[in-house]
């Protein structure tokens, strides 16, 4: 089904928002138009995105959220400035059940929410990400097709 992207982005980001008014959510949405694709789904990569931002950017209350179309592909990304993530832990964040160690301890978490937004991603033949440094926060993003609706 096609939805509105940009319409849910706001949407989700509004909820957010109002339910974590210290923090302050700086957002580009550049993406109009309609996206081929499970709404349902991508809304709740969004909310994990976005809730592990809050969740591990504890004291510093920025999040960056963008959204642009290139080469008929959505790119969105989700860019905090926390805790960040150590390079030899950087490719087992998607992993089932995997949370980082030594962040495990101060943060609940089940470590699920990445594993399943991959897994929803790859089910959009899209692609997903992260660049991070330890202790300068993290940025997510995923990368999918939009498909011609005319
Ligand atoms: P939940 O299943 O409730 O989402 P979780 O947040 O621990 O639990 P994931 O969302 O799958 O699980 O994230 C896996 C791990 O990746 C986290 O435990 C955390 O260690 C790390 N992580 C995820 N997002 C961030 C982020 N924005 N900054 C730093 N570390 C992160
Ligand atoms: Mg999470």
Same mark, same amino acid.
């Given at each position: 089904?096609?939805?509105?992207i940009a319409k849910l982005l706001e949407n989700v980001i509004e909820v957010l928002q109002h339910n974590n008014p210290h923090y302050q959510f700086i957002v580009d949405i550049s993406s109009k138009g309609l996206v081929y694709g499970d709404e349902m789904r991508i809304e709740?990569?969004?909310?994990?995105?976005?809730?592990?931002?809050?969740?591990?950017?504890?004291?510093?209350?920025?999040?960056?959220? @963008?959204?642009?179309?290139?080469?008929?592909?959505?790119?969105?990304?989700? @860019?905090?400035?926390?805790?960040?993530?150590?390079?030899?832990?950087?490719?087992?964040?998607?992993?089932?059940?995997?949370?980082?160690?030594?962040?495990?301890?101060?943060?609940?978490?089940?470590?699920?929410?990445?594993?399943?937004?991959?897994?929803?991603?790859?089910?959009?033949?899209?692609?997903?990400?992260?660049?991070? @440094?330890?202790?300068?926060?993290?940025?997510?993003?995923?990368?999918?097709?939009?498909?011609?609706?005319?």
């Amino acid at each position: 089904k096609y939805f509105d992207i940009a319409k849910l982005l706001e949407n989700v980001i509004e909820v957010l928002q109002h339910n974590n008014p210290h923090y302050q959510f700086i957002v580009d949405i550049s993406s109009k138009g309609l996206v081929y694709g499970d709404e349902m789904r991508i809304e709740q990569v969004l909310i994990n995105f976005i809730t592990n931002a809050i969740k591990y950017s504890p004291g510093q209350h920025k999040i960056e959220i @963008k959204s642009f179309i290139e080469n008929n592909k959505l790119h969105v990304s989700v @860019k905090d400035f926390g805790i960040g993530i150590s390079e030899d832990q950087l490719s087992k964040v998607f992993d089932k059940f995997y949370r980082v160690d030594e962040t495990s301890v101060h943060f609940q978490g089940l470590g699920i929410g990445l594993y399943i937004s991959s897994e929803i991603i790859n089910r959009h033949n899209g692609e997903i990400g992260v660049r991070s @440094k330890s202790g300068e926060g993290a940025e997510f993003y995923f990368i999918i097709p939009v498909l011609e609706n005319d």
